[in-house]
């Protein structure tokens, strides 16, 4: 369960990278924060929608499935709220600070 949800939250925070760089090269005029705001925003949905799923599924797991897949059902659970959390309210704010410490290099 936890390289599962190792690899969905590194997969996640990836998306929310790669969208940022996207923006980064096609609105060159708006400021880090403008863009870094636009780029969650437009993966936010596709983010919830991906946690929804996998959350009800391990919700029913750890509801019907028996005493054995109880103990993965719950880490998976967790597992989705922190690393869904922290893809969008931890990762993009460090690189954020980071950046301002040292500003881009933008082409």
Do not use: C, P, W, Y
């Given at each position: 369960a936890l390289l599962t949800i190792a690899g969905y939250s590194?997969?996640?925070t990836v998306v929310v990278?790669?969208?940022?760089?996207?923006?980064?090269?096609?609105?060159?005029?708006?400021?880090?924060?403008a863009v870094m705001n636009r780029s969650i925003n437009e993966v936010l949905s596709r983010t919830i929608v991906t946690s929804l799923t996998?959350?009800?599924?391990?919700?029913?797991?750890?509801?019907?499935?028996?005493?054995?897949?109880?103990?993965?059902?719950?880490?998976?659970?967790?597992?989705v709220i922190v690393g869904t959390y922290s893809s969008i309210f931890v990762a993009s704010p460090i690189v954020l600070m980071w950046r301002k410490k040292r500003p881009f290099a933008r082409k």
């Open positions: 590194l997969t996640d990278f790669d969208r940022i760089r996207e923006n980064f090269r096609s609105n060159i005029k708006d400021t880090v924060e996998v959350l009800l599924s391990s919700l029913s797991l750890f509801f019907f499935g028996g005493e054995v897949i109880h103990d993965f059902a719950l880490a998976m659970i967790l597992g």
